[in-house]
């Protein structure tokens, strides 16, 4: 049964460790970071963006696999069902869908604007027992080949954000989507620090985990960070996988060509992925 990302966080961040949401965009994904979590006896966050919502074919196709996979291949570890960089209508058809966790991404919006949409949110997914992430500080990343970089939150508004009641809160600390380019600063620790500081017991969550530098995630979560989302470094692992298998002549030979076994190094590679991100994060061996 999908359970909502609140226990998990919190325990994590007592723990000081954070728990990884991978974005999934189809079977093979769903497959390979479930069964990893199951092996790695870790809690998991599945992640949905509105675009892999839509190219599944809608979000209740996506609430209809996951919760097969949970029941077909006896998943125990728990697991939130969690939709990334959610518009406020995409989060009412989460909703609405079975989703366990939402996320309204109001970084976009005037302060005001996005306290008052977060206030109406945080009073749904209580009533209704799901988590709720809220954003302040937008987060930077490639959008038509321009790299923006991420804006460092203020803290006073995360406090603000905070305050509603949101269960987790993703505090822009100069992190961006995709590939970092080469004159990237690094993280802001200081804005992190801050933040930490005004929202205390609350969850932080580090967007943009792809190619951030293993010291940077570790002092990340020393300082409150106890959930990381993690995309492009499965995509690029599974292509790569897929790549050589077709540079390698494999799919002319025999049935090579047979999508179950042309997909599968990409699916290793997302396992492999996954697991080097759990360990990395410290959730193996803290599902329960
Ligand atoms: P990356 O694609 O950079 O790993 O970022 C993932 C993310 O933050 C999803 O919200």
Known sequence: MLVSAKEMLQKAKAGKYAVGQFNINNLEWTK???LTAQEMNSPVILGVSEGAGKYMTGYKTVVGMVNGMLEELKITVPVALHLDHGSYEGCY????AGFSSIMFDGSHYPIEE??????????????????LEAEVGSIGGEEDGVVGMGECADPNECKAIADLGVTMLAAGIGNIHGKYPANWKGLSFETLAAVQEKTGEMPLVLHGGTGIPED???KAISLGV???NVNTECQLSFAEATRKYIEAGKDLEGKGFDPR???NPGFEAIKATVKEKMELFGSVNKAC
């Open 32 to 34: 390979a970071i479930l």
């Open 93 to 96: 058809k989460c909703i609405e």
């Open 114 to 131: 996005n306290i008052a949409k977060t206030t109406e949110l945080v009073k749904v997914c209580a009533e209704k027992g799901l988590s």
């Open 216 to 218: 940077m995630i570790k």
């Open 226 to 228: 106890a959930k990381i």
């Open 261 to 263: 076994k042309l997909l």
